[in-house]
Antibody, heavy 122, light 110 residues
């Protein structure tokens, strides 16, 4: 089955660090563009970061310098290392896939995980 | 990286049609035909409804359609049904090799 499963969320104090994981099955993470998208409680979706198939990474201004996206090809898993966490980082974090078909990368998100909740609070 | 602008809410009666707008800039919506739309029910992950401005994924009802003019994209839902009640988000690829979402629109089926 093609799916994404996020883990690693929880309650963390301001200034702390957390690493989220997104395990993929049914496709190869390293072949696709993969993103993290978050949603604060009662708020809208916010794009956070992408890792392209070639390894380039990009971040939203709100997390630049604090978050790092990476992947482990042997585990077919995407990660988000979050440092210097703030209250405003509290959100459900989703990983999402850009589809790859016949060698073409598409610039929309066709597969989403169920998300993992990160709560930053003292 | 400002969010795309969507109306906070829209409503319609069963059988009617509604349109949700999504306004960006020439660096995102206006610059690329890479606008997508997502439906999200409470407590659920977003679901892709429209991609590349007007294309429908397999399995999505043809009651959903998309279009774009200049810096504004639109999602139209015809023949409204109770199960269409949800939050809808637009998204666009940007000139910075990133993505941006709209603030979301709550659709109420009266």
């Amino acid at each position: 089955e093609v799916q994404l499963v996020e883990t690693g969320g929880g309650l963390i104090q301001p200034g702390g660090s957390l690493r989220l994981s997104c395990a993929a099955s049914g496709f190869t993470v390293s072949s696709n563009y993969m993103s993290w998208v978050r949603q604060a409680p009662g708020k809208g979706l916010e794009w956070v970061s992408v890792i392209y198939s070639g390894g380039s990474t990009y971040y939203a201004d709100s997390v630049k310098g604090r978050f790092t996206i990476s992947r482990d090809n042997s585990k077919n898993t995407l990660y988000l290392q979050m440092n210097s966490l703030r209250a405003e980082d509290t959100a459900v974090y989703y990983c999402a896939r850009n589809p790859l078909s016949r060698g073409l990368h598409y610039l929309y998100f066709d597969l989403w995980g169920r998300g993992t909740l990160v709560t930053v609070s003292s | 990286q400002s969010a795309l602008t969507q109306p906070a809410s829209v409503s319609g009666s069963p059988g009617q049609s509604i349109t949700i707008s999504c306004t960006g800039t020439s660096s995102d919506v206006g610059g690329y035909n890479y606008v997508s739309w997502y439906q999200q029910h409470p407590g659920k992950a977003p679901k892709l409804m429209i991609y590349d401005v007007s294309k429908r994924p397999s399995g999505v009802s043809n009651r959903f359609s998309g279009s774009k003019s200049g810096n504004t994209a639109s999602l139209t839902i015809s023949g409204l049904q109770a199960e269409d009640e949800a939050d809808y988000y637009c998204s666009s690829y940007t000139s910075s090799s990133t993505w941006v979402f709209g603030g979301g629109t709550k659709l109420t089926v009266l």
